[in-house]
């Protein structure tokens, strides 16, 4: 496990070297065999990419964070913009690879059709706040929104895709597992429920007329710190490099482990 590892960041660290040789090269060939001045071109040199992580082997890009930035915008609400919004996106985007990547190596990547994923999304442009304005329910309203935030539709419905796919990979893995009790559905009700009620000053439903629902409620509770957990482990576990220090911290090394990585 320990080589294994150690290839890995050897090899991370090698495509890093390597892209920014082949850069590096770029700007050198630039300098020893200048262009002649043109009027009104910018002659500083472009950095097209650059990598910024490495999952398990797996390269991630400026490039692909942008991409989740961009995504961000379908669900404004679980990404919310402000103070450490690029950090978030990034743990986002991580999250999303190690999931896939456990997807593929245990085959439980589900089919989904394309009217699925249609059907989903005409749900989806009713939930966005800003889809009023743009009137996603229209073709033409739903393109505006696209080209807006920097999507076309081809991507949007290929993420979005993915999406259902990881939602049903996680519904199957954690999901089906837990049981939610008559207690704890009482106690929250009890302590929860109700008093939510009285602080509006309103008569809540009884019991029975609301289990099913804080049944839900306390499952999803369960699925999201199973998930956490799980998501923890496959960083502790994994070899995760982390370029940019603002995006996050990689993954303590193997070699250092106190077990001596036994």
């Given at each position: 496990m320990v080589l294994r590892q150690r290839y890995l960041r050897a090899a991370a660290v090698s495509v890093w070297f390597t892209i920014t040789s082949a850069l590096l090269c770029v700007e050198a060939?630039?300098?020893?065999?200048?262009?002649?001045?043109?009027?009104?071109?910018?002659s500083t040199p472009v950095v097209l990419d650059r990598v910024i992580a490495v999952v398990n082997g797996d390269v991630l890009l400026q490039s692909d964070l942008q991409s989740e930035e961009d995504m961000a915008a379908l669900q404004p609400l679980s990404v919310p913009a402000g103070k450490g919004f690029e950090r978030r996106?990034?743990?986002?985007?991580?999250?999303?690879?190690?999931?896939l990547q456990q997807m593929q190596s245990q085959g439980m990547v589900k089919e989904v059709s394309n009217e699925e994923v249609e059907k989903d999304l005409d749900a989806l442009k009713k939930q966005i706040p800003v889809c009023i304005q743009y009137q996603c329910q229209t073709d033409a309203g739903w393109a505006k929104f696209l080209n807006a935030?920097?999507?076309?539709?081809?991507?949007?419905?290929?993420?979005?895709?993915?999406?259902?796919?990881?939602?049903?990979?996680?519904?199957?893995?954690?999901?089906?597992?837990?049981?939610i009790s008559k207690q704890e559905i009482a106690e929250y009700y009890n302590k929860t429920f109700v008093p939510q009620f009285k602080s509006q000053m309103d008569k809540p439903p009884p019991l029975d007329?609301?289990?099913?629902?804080?049944?839900?409620?306390?499952?999803?509770?369960?699925?999201?710190l199973?998930?956490?957990d799980w998501l923890k482990s496959l960083r502790d576990q994994g070899s995760l490099i982390i370029l940019d220090p603002s995006l996050g911290q990689s993954n303590p090394s193997p070699d250092n482990d106190d077990d001596g990585g036994a």
């Open positions: 060939q630039s300098v020893a065999n200048p262009s002649p001045p043109q009027q009104g071109l910018n996106v990034a743990e986002r985007l991580i999250n999303r690879v190690l999931i935030h920097n999507l076309t539709s081809e991507e949007v419905n290929e993420r979005w895709r993915q999406r259902m796919q990881i939602l049903s990979f996680i519904d199957t893995r954690f999901r089906t597992g837990v049981r007329a609301v289990s099913d629902r804080i049944a839900e409620v306390l499952l999803q509770q369960h699925v999201t199973l998930l956490q």
